[in-house]
C-alpha cells in the first residue's frame, strides 16, 4: 500500500518503521489499526459464502432447483463455473461470453479480451448481472452468454439452482467424460480443406515415419484436425504441449494456447497455464499438416501432480457428439501372438501401410500383432470375394468361416477368398487378426462386391465394431 501505492499503509510512520514491521515478514502489523483490522477481516471474508435464503436447507435443494442442477451439468457450466468456489478465475482464464463491448474499456497496456470468471456462490445477493451491470436478473445474464441455448422451462430451473448455490452447495455438478479419444479428421492436402478421407476416434500420440496414417491418406501433403472435449482429472495447473513435424496450432476452450504452423522438423512446442478444476470438460481441437519426409504428430499435457509431459490419455479425451462410429474395433498388442492386455484400441477400417512407424500410441514399431472385428453389412445381394494384403501374417474370418489363412512371415502378399453369397443390407461377423515381425509393415482389407471388377478398401460405412 506504501511502496505501490503511495498511501500511508493506514497506520503511522512511527508504527511503520518500528522494529521489523516495514518488512512483508516482519513484526506483526495486527493491532496497530482499527481501519487496517478493518480491512484485513474484510479481505479474509472474501474467502466464505453466506447461505442463501432460497435453500430449503443446508442439506438440500428444492424440486425445481434438483432439476436445474442436471440443467447446470448437461450445459456444461462447469467449463467456466468449476471447482469448489464455482469459478474457474486464475492466470489466463479469462472469457468473453459476448458481452464486450467498446464502452468495456482496456486492460493496463493492452486489449480488453475476456473477463475474470465470478463465481456463482453469492449470485442470489449480487444483482445486477455482468461487468457493467447491463443484466438485470440471472435470467437475463444466462441468456447474454452466446454459446448457451436454453429453452424458457429449463431456463426458470436453472436459475432455481443458481440462487440455491449459496455457501452450502458442495461443487458444481459435471457429466462425466465418456473417454475413448478425439474425433480426427484426415485430408489429402496441407489445407485442411475439402472433405476428409478418413474418420475416426483417437489420442494423438503419432510417429508414422514416412508411412501414411492410414486408408487414402498419402503419405505427404496430407493435414488432420482433432476435436472434442478434455476432462480434467484433478483441479490445477495444467500446460500443453505438442510434438510434431510439420505445422501445428491447438485450442483448448476456445483460446489457441499453441500456433506453431510453419514447415519444421520435429519439435516441441509448449502452452501457457490453464487453469483446470476437476472433472471439468473444455473443448480442446489440435490442428496438424504434413508436407514431406517424416511426420510426426504429438499431444501431451503435464497436469498439477506431475513435473514431466506424458501423452493425455483416451480416457481424458471425448469425441465430438456424432461423430460416426463406422468401422472395426481394433485391438492392438505388443506381441505377435495377440495376448494379454491390449494397448491400443480405436475404430477403424482396415487399410494400412506403417512402413517401419508404429501404428499409434504405445504400440511397438515391430513385433504387435492387431485384432479388427465387428459386423460386416452388404451393400447389394450377390457374390462377395474378399482380399489381404499383409506383410507379416494375417488371418480372416466372415460369417464364422475362416476365408484367408497366411499366418507366416512374408514380404508384402496378396491373399484372396473363395466367393461368399450375401442379401443385400446382411449383417454377418468379421474378424481379421494380424502381426508384424519386423521391417515395413503392412495390413489391407479390400472386397470384391457383386458387379465389380475391381477390389477395394471395405468402407467404414460397411463396417460397424463391436
Partial sequence: MRNLAGGTGLMSDTDFNAGTRSAPLGDR?????????????????????????????AAALSGNATLGKAVFASLNCASCHGGAGFTNSGENTLVNIGTLKPSSGTRLYGALTGIDVPTLRDVWATAPYLHDGSAPTLEAAVRAHNSVFVGDADLTMLVAYLKEIGGDEPAPPVEPGTGSGLTATYFNNATLSGNPTLTRIEAVDFDWGTGS??????????????????????????????YSDYGVRLWVNGAQVINAWTDHSP????????????????????????????????????TPSNAAYVAIPVSALSPLAGTSANGLTASYFNNLSLSGNAVLSRIENVDYDWGNGSPGPGVNVDNFSVRWSGTLVAGSAGAYRFQ?????GVRLWVNGVQMINNWTDHSPATNTSGTLTLAAGQKVTIRMEYYERGGGAVARLRWLPPGTATYATIPAINLLPN
Fill in 267 to 302: 519439435r516441441a512446442d509448449t502452452s501457457v497455464v490453464v487453469n483446470l478444476s476437476a472433472g471439468q470438460k473444455v473443448s480442446i481441437q489440435m490442428e496438424f499438416y504434413e508436407r514431406g519426409g517424416g511426420a510426426v504428430a504429438r499431444l501431451r499435457w503435464q
Fill in 213 to 242: 496414417p492410414g486408408g487414402s491418406v498419402p503419405v505427404d501433403n496430407f493435414s488432420a484436425r482433432w476435436s472434442g472435449t478434455l476432462t480434467a482429472p484433478t483441479t490445477g495447473s495444467y500446460r500443453f504441449q505438442t
Fill in 388 to 392: 489381404t494384403i499383409s506383410d507379416d
Fill in 29 to 57: 502489523k495486527a493491532g496497530r489499526s482499527t481501519d487496517l483490522d478493518a480491512l484485513a477481516a474484510y479481505v479474509a471474508s472474501l474467502n466464505t459464502f453466506d447461505p442463501t435464503p432460497a435453500r430449503p436447507s
